[in-house]
């Protein structure tokens, strides 16, 4: 997970949703009208940012007070310590594979609709076909994670 403060930005966050001038009063015990907290404010922000980008925090997207709350990605992951199962990854070496063939099953698509290539119509169904069952289970993995991390 990181530094200490990384690490009691989520034991906060475990507690319930936070803003990160609530994050800051409580790690610091520094109000925001008081001298030093802009500085601290400045250094959490950093951290949550850095949390944020792991896929540990989010917030919503809407709205003017909107605090920062665990993902489910955080949460499976704090379950995970200590335990014998690996920590979870934002997007899972299974998923960028399947990314890449579905990629690379579209590359003969493209050139057959370019006219660079031809090949006869089963060939071409069949190319389809497969690029289409691609492309679903990587839409639906690519879901998965969104789920995890939103």
């Given amino acids: 997970m990181g530094n200490e403060l990384g690490v ?3 034991s906060r966050l ?3 949703n936070r ?3 609530e994050i800051v009063e409580q790690i610091y015990g520094v ?15 950093r951290e949550v940012r850095k949390l944020e980008s792991k896929g540990l925090v989010s917030r919503s997207l809407l709205g003017r ?4 709350r665990l993902t489910n990605l955080a949460v499976i992951n704090l379950a995970r310590i200590g335990g014998r199962e690996e ?3 934002v997007v899972p070496r299974v998923d960028i594979a ?4 579905t990629l690379v099953s579209a590359v003969p698509l493209v050139l057959i609709a370019s006219e660079w290539v031809e090949f006869s119509q089963p060939v071409t169904s069949s190319l389809f076909g497969i690029f289409c069952v691609l492309l679903g289970i990587s839409l639906c993995r690519f879901l998965q994670a969104l789920r995890r991390v939103f």
Avoid at 31 to 39: H, N, V
Avoid at 65 to 68: H, I, L, Q
């Fill in 31 to 45: 109000k925001s009208s008081e001298e030093g907290f802009f500085t601290c404010y400045t250094r959490t922000r």
């Fill in 8 to 10: 009691e930005i989520l």
């Fill in 65 to 68: 007070d909107r605090p920062y």
């Fill in 19 to 21: 803003t990160v001038s």
């Fill in 98 to 101: 399947t990314y890449f063939v």
């Fill in 14 to 16: 475990v507690d319930g």
């Fill in 87 to 89: 920590q979870l990854r």
